[in-house]
T-cell receptor, first 115, second 115 residues
Framework: DTAVSQTPKYLVTQMGNDKSIKCEQN?????MYWYKQDSKKFLKIMFS???????INETVPNRFSPKSPDKAHLNLHINSLELGDSAVYFC??????????????FGPGTRLTVL | AQSVTQLGSHVSVSEGALVLLRCNYS??????LFWYVQYPNQGLQLLLK??????LVKGINGFEAEFKKSETSFHLTKPSAHMSDAAEYFC?????????????FGTGTKLQVIP
């Protein structure tokens, strides 16, 4: 009955590799997000999709490519991993509103370590 | 552009003492404000939110926050700290960006509860 799930929970890989993180939500939400949380706990939005359409694309290296096959799934593919990509990546989802007042529901996070 | 500032990256209180976590916001329009809590190795979960109704907002686990427009503040309080309150707390502001919700998080405050 998990609301927002992410796989894998931990990911350890070498520099230069390509990896993917998957996210699924069963809340019926239309909007999904990817956030990056660095070692100082700073949380920054990377991307947002609404009904499979990219709506927020922050200043993120183009090595990061999100994909939303349907509105319940949002995956993140990272090419040519670098040391600075080490962080915890959170997926979140919400209902869209006319006002922007809805809460976001977060997944448990994927801790990525690049060696 | 919207932003939030959380004063104090670390706050320590004794068990049973008042908890006060400070948050000031900047927004060009009436804001929607949130407090989220992150327990170790978990995702964020909503504590409470302000959406322009009552200025005193009650949340889960005995927390509440007061919206003060004149001070551009949304401080989080709890009358009596429990050991289980030890966590990272994030203040966030939301508005509409390009027609969709965009949330900006503060840098977080780590709450330590001393027995």
């Amino acid at each position: 009955d998990t609301a927002v799930s992410q796989t894998p929970k931990y990911l350890v890989t070498q520099m230069g590799n390509d990896k993917s993180i998957k996210c699924e939500q069963n809340l019926g939400h239309d909007t999904m997000y990817w956030y990056k949380q660095d070692s100082k706990k700073f949380l920054k939005i990377m991307f947002s999709y609404n009904n499979k359409e990219l709506i927020i694309n922050e200043t993120v290296p183009n090595r990061f490519s999100p994909k939303s096959p349907d509105k319940a799934h949002l995956n993140l593919h990272i090419n040519s991993l670098e040391l600075g990509d080490s962080a915890v990546y959170f997926c979140a989802s919400s209902y869209p509103t006319a006002s922007g007042s809805n809460e976001q529901f977060f997944g448990p996070g994927t801790r990525l370590t690049v060696l | 552009a919207q932003s939030v500032t959380q004063l104090g990256s670390h706050v320590s209180v004794s068990e049973g003492a008042l908890v006060l976590l400070r948050c000031n916001y900047s927004s060009s329009v009436p804001p929607y404000l949130f407090w989220y809590v992150q327990y170790p190795n978990q995702g964020l979960q909503l504590l409470l939110k302000y959406t322009s109704a009552a200025t005193l907002v009650k949340g889960i686990n005995g927390f509440e926050a007061e919206f003060k427009k004149s001070e551009t503040s949304f401080h989080l309080t709890k009358p009596s700290a429990h050991m289980s309150d030890a966590a990272e707390y994030f203040c966030a502001v939301s508005d509409r960006s390009g027609g969709y919700q965009k949330v900006t998080f503060g840098t977080g405050t780590k709450l330590q509860v001393i027995p």
